[in-house]
């Protein structure tokens, strides 16, 4: 059974950085591709920012340049550093995984795992 738990949110004020944890047990993560998501009340969840199994990736144009995804496949681990944030940022954010070689997503449909979300605060 894959579970994905995320940490790291919280309250911030503009321009803070804030990283996010994704942990992941249950599963040879090393052959999977991840993604963080985000979303607000009353809308769809957001693309944020994908990575392959091979490294290979992409970023939605809003965080582009902020936020960056890594991962530490010893830990079974993958990181969303986000940098220089804005009050538009608040969501709650979610990781996600599924186990494909070689390709990013950015669906939310593409992914088969997710974790319970984290609530991120941007506000003065």
């Known amino acids: 059974q894959v579970q994905l738990v995320e940490s790291g949110g919280g309250l911030v004020q503009p321009g803070d950085s804030l990283r996010l944890s994704c942990v992941a047990s249950g599963g040879t993560f090393s052959r999977f591709a991840w993604g963080w998501f985000r979303q607000v009340p009353g809308k769809e969840r957001e693309f944020v920012v994908a990575?392959?199994?091979?490294?290979?990736?992409t970023t939605a144009d809003s965080v582009k340049g902020r936020f960056t995804i890594s991962r530490d496949i010893v830990k079974n681990t993958v990181y969303l550093q986000m940098n220089s944030l804005k009050p538009e940022d608040t969501a709650v954010y979610y990781c996600?995984?599924?186990?494909?070689?070689?390709?990013?997503?950015?669906?939310?449909?593409?992914?088969?795992?997710w974790g319970q979300g984290t609530q991120v605060t941007v506000s003065s």
């Open positions: 990575i392959s199994s091979n490294g290979g990736g």
């Open positions: 996600a995984a599924v186990p494909q070689t070689g390709y990013y997503f950015t669906g939310a449909s593409e992914y088969e795992y």
